[in-house]
């Protein structure tokens, strides 16, 4: 079910040798205009990343998916990988599209808040239960929704992958939203900003490659993270209490170059079209969901991080605090002429019918019912 890499990952390149390597093959050009390397019927794809090689979603989420897209086509597709913000960094996938830096990268309509609207509703608080439900409910809702929008940046979208809910790791207990109260909390941009906002705290936009550093020194008092990234980032080592809330997921979208797709074989289109549906999946039982969670928090705990479970009641205030976000959220789109009220209603729907089916029958759904009308084949 779950396709796990079975070669290491690749060597970390420096900068400067990835680009003397461009300059000695004569490559600057295609590079720059988005061009594709041909050999035989073999293509050649770039993907860029803001991670290190070191990031459970390189090594646990990407590489496994780039081998079952390279079982399925027989090969014909290759990637070359340039991670560690080799090439753009974390706020730049659109504009790396643009120059034709890359062929398939990050694309977060967190990052670029001002230009989206009801894509932002794929953050409301307490919405999916899990981050294989998100993914796939985020994408069912593409069409119909939010495609126009994302569009717009003049790339294709080329899957959703979903956060772990976002918990909060701090240097003092935080129990209910009071204790919030003042403080600076990392966040992303748009709807989660509301969300820190709504609970009288100062919301801080800061990557979360970035959030390391930030939080050693000071600027921000509280992070607003996954578990599994929090691990990745260390925050273990100056965070010491962890509220295990799940406030809301964060979509992550990533997005292809339309030049690089439409200029495919038929059939790879089709085929790697349907391979980005299991992505997500992927994302959510090797990395974000499933046991990666309990994984994670294990690392805390060894960091000498506390585990706070919120009480029932403590639990309400959080939903009460939060509530007035989704009421904006419906309000001011309304207003704007586009339909949030269906968008909320029919994204509940869809996440309730979800509730509690295992990994299996997500992937299996995925394989049988894969989502159409995200990109034109």
Not at 266 to 273: F, K
Not at 290 to 305: P, Q
């Amino acid at each position: 079910m779950v396709r796990m890499a079975t070669h290491d990952p690749a060597p970390d390149w420096s900068r400067r040798r990835v680009l003397a390597s461009l300059l000695g093959a004569g490559a600057v050009a295609p590079f720059l205009a988005g061009d594709r390397t041909h050999a035989g019927d073999t293509i050649v794809l770039r993907y860029t990343a803001h991670i290190p090689n070191s990031h459970g979603l390189y090594g646990k989420v990407f590489l496994p998916w780039e081998q079952l897209l390279t079982e399925r086509t027989g090969g014909r597709i290759v990637w070359e990988h340039y991670v560690d913000a080799l090439l753009h960094g974390a706020l730049d996938g659109f504009k790396a599209i643009h120059s034709g830096i890359t062929d398939y990268t990050h694309g977060y309509a967190t990052y670029q808040p001002g230009s989206f609207h009801l894509t932002h509703g794929l953050q409301l608080p307490f919405l999916f239960s899990n981050p294989g439900i998100a993914a796939l409910v985020s994408e069912e809702l593409y069409a119909g929704y939010w495609k126009g929008e994302y569009e717009r940046m003049g790339v294709y979208l080329a899957h959703c992958d979903a956060t772990t809910a976002y918990d909060i790791i701090s240097k003092t207990p935080i129990r209910t939203p009071e204790d919030l109260r003042g403080l600076k909390v990392r966040s992303t941009g748009g709807l989660m900003a509301e969300i820190v906002r709504a609970m009288g705290a100062i919301p801080v936009v800061i990557a979360a490659a970035e959030t390391y550093t930030a939080f050693q020194r000071g600027i921000i008092d509280v992070v607003a993270l996954g578990g599994p990234d929090m691990a990745a980032y260390r925050l273990y080592e100056t965070g010491s209490h962890y509220l295990r809330i799940g406030l809301t997921h964060t979509v992550l979208q990533y997005c292809l170059n339309p030049r690089t797709f439409d200029a495919l074989p038929e059939d790879l289109r089709l085929i790697l079209y349907h391979t980005f549906r299991f992505r997500g999946q992927i994302a959510h039982q090797n990395y974000y969901g499933s046991t990666a969670l309990e994984t994670a928090l294990s690392r805390l705990v060894e960091g000498g991080v506390e585990i706070i479970d919120p009480t029932p009641d403590e639990r309400q205030a959080w939903v009460d605090a939060v509530r007035p976000t989704e009421e904006r959220f419906v309000e001011e789109n309304e207003a704007r002429g586009l339909p949030a009220e269906a968008f909320v209603r029919e994204a509940r729907r869809r996440a309730a019918a979800y509730e509690g089916w295992t990994d299996q029958q997500l992937w299996d759904h995925v394989d049988q019912n894969p989502v159409q009308g995200i990109i034109a084949l």
